[in-house]
């Protein structure tokens, strides 16, 4: 009897099971689409998707984007397209990238060259004030010297320093990005373009640039990856690259010579520049 009663249960809910499965499946969509768009985030709608906002309500750089500009430039190498000079001011840039040619003539007759065009330089720093930007260029252009340095000692009227002053290795300069207001927002890409007129930011292998302007003569060096007098600095660097040093010496004449070294001792290579030409080179 028992048995009979549970078959009589199957056979009656089953049917009232699958009726109620399908009335649900077609009265929820309805349900659905009459109470309108759902309240779930859309992929768009999640802020890691989009673009950061580089700008403050005003249209100037916030902190945001100047945190982007420090990681896209700071270490980036370029090319020198013109010759920077040395000392603390270096040169400056309007707001549409056109270099202060004035400010560029003073700077470079009172302090000379620090980076010749065509060198490979890397912006070690970069600074921000309320309307500029300023670009360290290879350490900075001035000369700086340890505490010791300035020490010195003597006796009555004559004095001298304790420290050996060394000769200065290298040679750096600044670009100032100056605009007439604040600094506007600026992503990485807008300030290459700015800097468009100093530097060159899409030439990177010495070789690959400065190959159509070199000599016949010197093709077959600069293969072998060998110094030879007569050279320029293009060539130099298309056949060594950048140099580990750099150091320079002035001459009774008033000129400089400049010396590139390469390697560290005891297998050192000495070029000498007189001007833009290699007039020795010396392999230790």
């Not at 159509?212 to 056949?239: C, N, R, W, Y």
Request: with cysteine; charged share 20%; aromatic share 8%.
């Amino acid at each position: 009897m028992a048995t009979r009663f549970r078959r009589f249960t199957l056979t009656l809910v089953r049917p009232l099971f699958l009726a109620v499965f399908c009335l649900l499946s077609v009265v929820t969509p309805a349900l659905a689409r009459k109470a309108g768009p759902s309240n779930l985030p859309s992929p768009s709608d999640n802020p890691s998707n989009n673009p950061p906002n580089n700008s403050n309500r005003n249209g100037r750089l916030n902190t945001q984007g100047q945190i982007e500009l420090i990681r896209g430039l700071s270490s980036e190498i370029a090319v020198a397209k013109v010759a920077l000079p040395r000392g603390k001011h270096g040169i400056y840039l309007d707001s549409s990238g056109r270099v202060d040619e004035t400010k560029a003539r003073q700077e470079m007759k009172q302090n000379g060259a620090a980076i010749t065009p065509g060198t490979p330089v890397n912006i070690t720093k970069l600074a921000f004030k309320s309307d500029a930007l300023v670009f360290e260029i290879n350490g900075g252009g001035k000369r700086s010297r340890k505490w010791y340095q300035r020490i010195e000692i003597g006796m009555g009227n004559s004095t001298a320093p304790i420290g050996a002053q060394p000769p200065v290795l290298a040679y750096g300069s600044w670009i100032t990005l100056k605009f007439p207001g604040k600094v506007p927002s600026l992503t990485v890409q807008k300030t290459k373009q700015l800097l468009a007129a100093v530097l060159d930011f899409e030439r990177h292998a010495p070789t690959v640039l400065y190959s159509p302007s070199i000599p016949a003569k010197f093709k077959e060096a600069i293969k072998k990856h060998q110094v030879v007098t007569g050279m320029d600095t293009d060539a130099v660097l298309s056949a060594k690259g950048p140099p580990d040093r750099k150091v320079r010496t002035d001459q009774p004449d008033g000129s400089e010579k400049e010396d590139w070294i390469y390697g560290t001792p005891p297998h050192v290579l000495f070029v000498t520049f007189d001007g833009d030409t290699v007039v020795n080179v010396h392999q230790y």
